[in-house]
């Protein structure tokens, strides 16, 4: 128990409530108005995207680009869901069953890919992406290329918050558990990792499917919101969104695929007048960090609160 109740979790605990009653306030008084909320969800739903993404690419090293498909899977899963129970028990449910779907098939996407390296296994990540969408593409229940309408929303600030922390959780644990540490470990050097008798597949195999699981999430939560959905909105281009926001943040970092969605949401939010130009300013944008600062905003480091006050009692008591 002791593990968990510390100090530091207390007050990413306090800096956490802190956060949400500053946005749903600034929602109630209407100074976030509808227009706004939608920037809001957007970046919430791109940073669970964005941390499931982390966890398999800065955490286990493995480049993938089937983000999109899982995320698809998980939307159509809500959807359907919530077509015949129209509330958030449904909407719990959609997520639900959108993870056991999106874990099964990872875990067969995973099997014969992940031995792959480098862009080998980008190659295959993609393609298995591409054959979910065009499989959703040709299912009469999934309605086609017209995809699905009219899907209630029951997705609100206070719910995809919950699940932005539940995302956060699950990573965070994950990581300083000894699978974790040897998914890190197959990260920094996998020859080495085998040699220690660290069972390499198993564990890339492991990040491989909570990411997914985790991306489903960020699927439903997108359906329940935007009321329409359709295989389109599910392409190659969203599997590069989401991976720009993990590249310019820092692989292996938390705070900085956070980060990266918040900048890069209020970027997308400036421009929406010039929508043609956002893909050329991301573009610009990761080629600058890829100079300047390779490792992305944060590298692999996180934020750490705690730290930040004692660096501030030492000044004042000096």
């Avoid at 969800?41 to 398999?56: D, E, F, R, V």
């Avoid at 029951?154 to 922390?165: A, E, G, K, N, S």
Wanted: charged fraction near 10%.
């Amino acid at each position: 128990m002791k593990h968990y109740v510390n100090k530091n979790t207390m007050t990413w605990t306090l800096f956490a409530a802190v956060v949400f009653a500053l946005i749903e306030g600034l929602i109630l008084a209407d100074i976030l108005d509808s227009y706004y909320q939608v920037t809001l969800i957007t970046i919430c739903i791109n940073i669970i995207l964005a941390l499931s993404l982390n966890l398999i690419i800065g955490y286990s090293g493995q480049f993938s680009l089937g983000h999109a498909g899982f995320m698809a899977i998980g939307a159509y899963c809500a959807a359907l869901t919530l077509a015949k129970l129209p509330n958030l028990m449904g909407l719990l449910l959609g997520i639900l069953i959108g993870i056991v779907i999106s874990g099964i098939i990872a875990l067969i996407i995973a099997i014969p890919t992940l031995r792959l390296r480098g862009d080998y296994l980008a190659i295959a990540t993609l393609g298995f992406s591409e054959v979910i969408r065009i499989a959703i593409l040709n299912m009469d229940v999934t309605g086609g290329a017209a995809g699905l309408s009219n899907i209630p929303k029951i997705t609100t600030f206070p719910v995809i918050y919950i699940f932005i922390l539940i995302t956060l959780i699950v990573i965070v644990n994950f990581a300083r558990s000894s699978h974790g540490r040897a998914c890190a470990s197959v990260r920094e050097d996998e020859i080495a990792s085998e040699s220690m008798g660290v069972n390499t597949t198993k564990y890339k195999t492991l990040a491989f499917v909570i990411g997914a699981a985790l991306a489903s999430v960020g699927g439903a939560l997108y359906a329940a919101y935007f009321y329409v959905i359709n295989p389109g909105t599910f392409g190659f281009q969203k599997s590069i969104d989401i991976l720009v926001i993990v590249v310019f943040g820092g692989m292996g970092s938390l705070t900085g695929s956070i980060v990266a969605a918040i900048i890069l949401g209020f970027i997308t939010l400036a421009l929406q007048s010039f929508a043609e130009l956002r893909m050329i300013l991301y573009a610009v944008a990761i080629i600058v960090i890829m100079i300047y600062r390779p490792s992305g905003l944060f590298g692999n480091k996180e934020l750490n609160i705690t730290k930040l006050f004692k660096k501030k009692e030492r000044k004042e008591a000096k």
